[in-house]
Nanobody, 121 residues
Framework: QVQLVESGGKLVQAGGSLRLSCEFSGRTFSRYSMGWFRQAPGKERESVATINWPGDSISYLDSVKGRFTISRDNVKKWVYLQMNRLTVEDTAVYYC??????????????WGQGTQVTVSS
């Protein structure tokens, strides 16, 4: 089974940087594509960044391109989201998610509890 735990969210000033971490608990890390999603109060959840196995195919939300970087450590089984030049619009709860590449539907079925990122102006 898969379990995800995010950490690293906090209050940060606009223009600052922050790195989020996601710990993957399971023994088949190579089967999963990973993603970071976020949701602000009153807004729909959106995909921020995704990364395949082994990590050579990456996609980003347009508004974070050039500022955010997703990566994965396939030895430690951790996923990271480096966020630079943060803006107030980046304020949200950030979630780590996993997609089983061998599943029939291929959806993001596994989610962490979320970590709050608040950017102050």
């Amino acid at each position: 089974q898969v379990q995800l735990v995010e950490s690293g969210g906090k209050l940060v000033q606009a223009g600052g940087s922050l790195r989020l971490s996601c710990e993957f608990s399971g023994r088949t890390f190579s089967r999963y594509s990973m993603g970071w999603f976020r949701q602000a109060p009153g807004k729909e959840r959106e995909s921020v960044a995704t990364i395949n196995w082994p990590g050579d195919s990456i996609s980003y939300l347009d508004s974070v391109k050039g500022r955010f970087t997703i990566s994965r450590d396939n030895v430690k089984k951790w996923v990271y989201l480096q966020m630079n030049r943060l803006t107030v619009e980046d304020t949200a709860v950030y979630y780590c998610a996993a997609r089983d590449n061998l599943a029939t539907l291929g959806r993001y079925d596994y989610w962490g509890q979320g970590t709050q990122v608040t950017v102050s102006s």
